[in-house]
């Protein structure tokens, strides 16, 4: 193979390398710091900033050791960088949030301790090539000009090879695995037979990772198109659950020993649409997560009807194959966005359940705004009932999205009440539970159960400070109002 062919397959390769690490780099993070655009932002401003500083480095050294050699050295630390971040991730960001940090600085953090490496010395290989391969200067503008070609589609096919197949048929580890594999066997292109201590290195970080591949976790570990998922068998509250958790976060849970109980005390609010409005008979509910409520709900309420609309079709598998749900002939699935459901559907209903918000870290902004709730009141009939589950912190510079959240609420529907739903009235970002009326709120309800008089014994007396304002799709800053920023 000549030197032409090897460097066009070894630019090729390192921007496909780089930007599916680019992508697996939040899922790396997701289960432990979020997938907000603060994440997001940390991720793709960290990874140029040491691409930059690896353009730059990576000239000064082809010039000084213009050699082959070198650029398989180079191609073979990269690899190595891969295999030990790979080794201590988990550790290493386990560690990191114990720390009392804002969220934008763990951010940047994480990501400069486990992709500036890599970024720096895949960035190195560009310019090395571009060295190496220049032999005359009269045609040095379409050597450049074909190495950045052949990197550029590196790049493309990495977006969507990665973007659109590899994340949600490989999994996070698997990818980062791969990666490593590739600049590896690239590195041995370059490297010269003598080269045997770092073969060995190389090795020793395979075998490691090979192992980690295959070790047996206590959770399940699954990558869909949407979110790290992870499914785990727990103690909670002196029974035996089952939790999923979504990006890092509780969000949902069952009890093996009663399938179709709600374990969290926010899901119990859900039931008050029969407290206010027995007679609603046509229930929607965007957010699926385990679909523990639905089950629920065909259970306690057999003759109503339910629609849930849920974006990831990953999770209504796993909720059929771990969490004991099988769809009744009165519910109806939906697998989109809620926003494009809401704005399609020519369904009207009597209650809609909000279950979408469901992360301190990070929530759909797209879902927190006049516009969306408007859409929602639209798919009401003239007395429905919304009742909306969000993470937040009544007081303190965590209330803001709380705040921001109530003011929008009450700029569509007529009246606004708030609940806490873990330990009422105590400050703490926990949930709290906002119900919005599209009418006027019935003032003498019939359904008089004891366990919908409970969650309403507390209701919380609400006087926003005037700090924050409605959210709306042109302007809803909703990471920067949970972060507390």
Same mark, same amino acid.
């Given at each position: ?30 289960p ?8 997001? +932002? ?92 220049i ?14 070609s ?8 990495? +977006? ?25 066997? +690239? ?6 037979k ?24 206590e ?23 089952k ?39 046509k ?11 639905p ?9 109503k ?8 079709p ?13 769809p009744?002939?009165? +519910?109806?699935?939906f ?11 020519k ?62 609420l ?14 009422r ?51 809803a ?9």
């Amino acid at each position: 193979m000549n030197s032409s062919i090897k460097f066009k397959i070894t630019v090729f390769l390192s921007g496909f390398v780089l930007m599916v690490f680019e992508l697996v780099g939040l899922r790396i993070l997701a289960p432990f710091l979020g997938s907000s655009s603060i994440v997001w +932002t940390s991720v793709i401003g960290i990874i140029l900033l040491f691409m930059s500083l690896g353009y730059w480095k990576g000239g000064q050294i082809a010039d000084r050791y213009p050699k082959t050699q070198t650029l398989g050295i180079i191609l073979a630390l990269a690899s190595a960088s891969i295999f030990l971040m790979n080794i201590v991730k988990n550790p290493f960001l386990g560690y990191l949030n114990s720390f009392n940090l804002s969220l934008i600085a763990k951010s940047i953090i994480a990501c400069i301790s486990l992709f500036g490496a890599t970024s720096f010395l895949l960035a190195m290989v560009s310019p090395f090539v571009i060295r190496l391969s220049i032999d005359k200067k009269e045609n040095s503008g379409t050597t450049v000009g074909s190495i950045y070609s052949f990197s550029a589609l590196g790049s493309i096919l990495g +977006t969507f090879v990665g973007g659109f197949v590899l994340i949600s048929w490989m999994g996070t580890n698997a990818i980062v695995y791969g990666l490593a594999i590739i600049l590896a066997a +690239t590195s041995l292109l370059f490297v010269s037979k003598n080269s045997q201590q770092m073969h060995l290195f190389l090795v020793l970080l395979l075998l490691g990772n090979t192992l980690l591949l295959f070790r047996t976790h206590e959770y399940l570990d699954i990558d869909s198109n949407y979110s790290r998922i992870f499914i785990q068998d727990t103690e909670y509250e002196n029974q035996s659950a089952k939790f999923l958790l979504l990006n890092g976060y509780v969000n949902s849970g069952m009890s093996l020993g009663s399938p179709n109980d709600l374990i969290f005390e926010y899901t119990q609010f859900y039931d008050l649409f029969d407290f206010f409005n027995p007679s609603a008979n046509k229930v929607l509910l965007l957010g699926g997560g385990a679909f523990s409520y639905p089950k629920h709900f065909q259970a306690t309420f057999p003759n109503k009807e339910l629609d849930v609309v849920e974006i990831d079709p990953e999770l209504l598998e796993i909720s059929k194959d771990h969490f004991s749900f099988i769809p009744s002939p009165k +519910t109806e699935i939906f697998l989109e966005d809620a926003r494009t459901y809401l704005q399609h559907s020519k369904k009207k209903y009597d209650v809609v359940l909000y279950d979408v918000l469901t992360s301190p870290l990070s929530v759909p902004f797209h879902l927190t705004t006049q516009e969306a709730f408007q859409q929602v009141s639209s798919t009401m009939h003239s007395n429905g009932i919304l009742i909306l589950n969000i993470i937040a912190d009544l007081n303190g510079e965590s209330s803001a999205f709380l705040e921001s959240e109530y003011l929008t609420l009450k700029s569509v529907f007529q009246e606004v009440q708030l609940y806490s739903a873990q330990e009422r009235n105590v400050n703490g970002l926990h949930n709290y539970i906002l119900i919005a009326f599209k009418g006027t709120p019935v003032k003498e309800p019939k359904n008089l159960q004891e366990s919908y008089l409970s969650l309403l014994a507390n209701p919380i007396s609400y006087e926003p400070s005037g700090k924050h304002k409605i959210l709306t799709d042109n302007f809803a800053p909703t990471d920067r109002l949970l972060a507390g920023y």
